[in-house]
Nanobody, 115 residues
């Protein structure tokens, strides 16, 4: 089992910034990818950004140039720096970790972008 603890969500005005953190613990061997996903009301969960154990990053087109994923390998923590936030970024953000064939999820953190 992999345990994930997220932090950093909240309410921010348009064009503002937030930084999300996700710390992994437990059975951490063979983690292949760590990433952030989001789910807005009435919509499916979607990939926002991910980073593989080799350091390859990929982003949803809607966040390229605004969001940056990074990690602290020693602390098994992944970060999502979100800049120039837009109202359409409002969603519950989930940390997701792929370990072997299994996907593990955090509890989710709400991000609301509103004036």
């Amino acid at each position: 089992q992999v345990q994930l603890v997220e932090s950093g969500g909240g309410l921010v005005q348009p064009e503002g910034s937030l930084r999300l953190s996700c710390a992994a613990s437990g059975s951490i061997i063979n983690i292949l990818r760590m990433g952030w996903y989001r789910q807005a009301p009435g919509k499916q969960r979607e990939l926002v950004a991910a980073i593989t154990n080799g350091g390859t990053r990929n982003y949803a087109d809607s966040v390229k140039g605004r969001f940056t994923i990074s990690r602290d390998i020693a602390k098994l923590t992944v970060f999502l720096q979100m800049n120039n936030l837009k109202p359409e970024d409002t969603a519950v953000y989930y940390c997701g970790v792929l370990r072997g064939p299994d996907m593990y999820w955090g509890q989710g953190t709400q991000v609301t972008v509103s004036s």
